[in-house]
């Protein structure tokens, strides 16, 4: 295994503690010390550097389901408000038909508006039913106004307000993230760094022909052809309800899988990028949700072509809209 994405640091870091653990095993028995590099740092130092990148990539995973769950919070808010906008509005035309405010009423804003722009309508809703419940002049009403089940002005503040917060938790969960990320990509540099200083060592003591050197792990694929990269399209796909994903099948021989990677928002972004799927050969579909939880959502996405000597390719970028 050879590093190709951000998760098989881990894997390839994997092999190199297997392979050091055999060497130390091996030096411990012939009374020699067990192998380091530079600044003393041994198996046991490397072990802790790699375990603590696994524990920050399975940290991402939790604070990127905490994202989503804020993320589906905020849009169950935006819809409550929506079909409560909708209710006035049907109470206004019922109770008040004949008097200025039906003109005055505020529509429903696209629900993928900018927090600002959409919870405008609302703020303006909010304060058109409080003057109408204010208002002792109009003939035949006496408020307060009510929505379907006694709903009041006071519920609807209540539900906007709530609104703000599922819009502010959203952004705290966003800004987790992208700490987090940062803190897990400074960890890649320095644990591939010892991976390289660990070969060094390796040829160094051994040298070509000994048999801890000549099954020391690949860092890198071993050059080679790349294969070429798949065409990919995507779509939202109304039933089932999820974003579909075509490709053409590679024509490269010794094909591995299919990587299919995506990252949130309209421009695919490497870095902030997550695994959405491995694919074995001859796979040319995917339907997922991933970055596509709520309406509103967009991701993109790239497919990679991985053959068995690690070297990849990856394809245009694929960018979907949840409705």
């Known amino acids: 295994m050879t590093i190709s994405d951000i998760a098989s640091y881990v894997t390839t870091a994997d092999e190199f503690m297997t392979h050091w653990a055999d060497v130390d095993a091996d030096r411990v028995a012939s009374t020699l010390p067990v192998l380091v590099v530079q600044g003393g740092f041994g198996l046991t130092e490397f072990t802790v550097d790699r375990d603590a990148l696994q524990a920050a990539i399975v940290a991402l995973e939790g604070l990127g389901n905490a994202l989503d769950l804020a993320a589906s919070d905020r849009d169950s808010a935006k819809t409550n408000l929506s079909e409560r906008l909708s209710q006035f509005r049907a109470a206004v035309r019922k109770e008040l038909a004949a008097t200025r405010y039906p003109g005055t009423m505020a529509t429903i804003p696209q629900a993928t508006l900018a927090e600002s722009k959409f919870l405008r309508a609302f703020d303006d809703t909010a304060d058109l039913w409080l003057r109408i419940n204010a208002d002792t002049t109009i003939p035949g009403f006496t408020g307060p106004l009510l929505l379907r089940a006694g709903y009041t002005q006071a519920s609807f503040a209540t539900d906007l307000a709530a609104t703000r917060t599922e819009y502010q938790s959203v952004r705290a969960a966003e800004n987790d993230l992208t700490i987090a990320r940062r803190q897990r990509d400074e960890q890649l540099d320095p644990l591939k ?79 902030s990028s997550s695994i959405s799927a491995n694919l074995p050969p001859g796979t040319t579909t995917h339907e997922t949700l991933d970055g596509l939880a709520s309406p509103g959502d967009t991701a993109s996405f790239k497919v990679f072509v991985v053959l068995t000597t690690g070297n990849q390719a990856g394809s245009n970028t694929a960018t979907i809209t949840r409705p």
């Open 193 to 271: 760094e010892r991976m390289f200083q660990y070969r060094a060592a390796i040829e160094l003591e051994y040298g070509p022909g000994h048999a801890f050197y000549d099954s020391l792990p690949d860092i890198t694929p071993s050059p080679g052809s790349t294969p070429d990269a798949v065409t990919l399209s995507g779509q939202w796909n109304s039933s089932p309800g999820s974003g579909l994903l075509s490709w053409n099948e590679s024509t490269s021989p010794n094909v591995d899988h299919y990587l299919v990677r995506f990252s949130p928002g309209a421009t695919y972004d490497s870095g």
